[in-house]
């Protein structure tokens, strides 16, 4: 992530507090690497003052942090398309035809150029690895994957589907770059079945529509 942190609110944080803990020079880069507004951190156990309020970070939540002191980024200078390529990642656009429409299909380009997928679509294209990797499969990371294969050609019922959507939000919510997952269901059309939600990512991202074919 070329030097970005992350750090997940705790009771009593401030911003003056993170920027010595993480030798960060200029708290007030924490603000506009994550569009913060006063007063920046709501760090009260059931303060109802700011929920509404997306600019100001609550407990629990996870902000994108700069780099240290004498690495830093010229946050003031980045598009918001940078920012986010930093948050979420880029990597190789494996899968092609993702739920985010701006997504390009994985190719080698007439130049020789692999194309890739970065912000959050590289996030969607995770989301779909991670949900279609059998978990305990990948050697080292026994918790990575899913359990959905265990409900391959069962019959379609009100209990599976319950077990099928909860497999998939609970997956979806272990990604660190995953703030919240909303308006989750799944949808039978004809022969095929699929899950459907918003995924709200960590700043400085915003909700998107995210699919996922069942087996």
Request: hydrophobic content about 35%; aromatic content about 8%; glycine content about 8%.
């Given at each position: ?71 830093d ?40 150029d ?92 915003t ?9």
């Open positions: 992530m070329h030097g970005l942190k992350t750090h997940r609110i705790t009771e009593g944080d401030s911003l003056q507090k993170l920027a010595r803990l993480y030798d960060i020079e200029d708290w007030r880069q924490i603000t506009i690497l994550n569009s913060l507004e006063e007063p920046y951190i709501d760090s009260v156990f059931f303060s109802d003052t700011y929920k509404d309020n997306p600019k100001v970070a609550k407990i629990g939540d996870i902000i994108l942090l700069p780099k240290p002191n004498g690495d980024i010229n946050i003031s200078n980045r598009r918001n398309e940078e920012i986010e390529s930093l948050a979420y990642g880029i990597d190789i656009d494996i899968n092609g035809d993702l739920p985010v429409a701006t997504t390009i299909q994985g190719e080698i380009r007439e130049g020789g692999i194309k890739l997928v970065a912000g959050v679509n590289n996030l969607a294209q995770q989301l779909n690895t991670r949900l279609t990797t059998k978990r305990g499969s990948l050697i080292e990371h026994p918790d990575y994957g899913s359990d959905l294969y265990k409900y391959n050609g069962l019959l379609d019922n009100g209990r599976t589907d319950n077990k099928v959507i909860f497999e998939v939000e609970s997956c979806i919510r272990e990604d660190f770059r995953v703030k919240d997952v909303t308006n989750i269901k799944l949808i039978h059309k004809g022969s095929a079945r699929y899950v459907s939600c918003t995924v709200i990512p960590i700043e400085p991202g909700p998107f529509k995210y699919e996922y074919i069942l087996l």
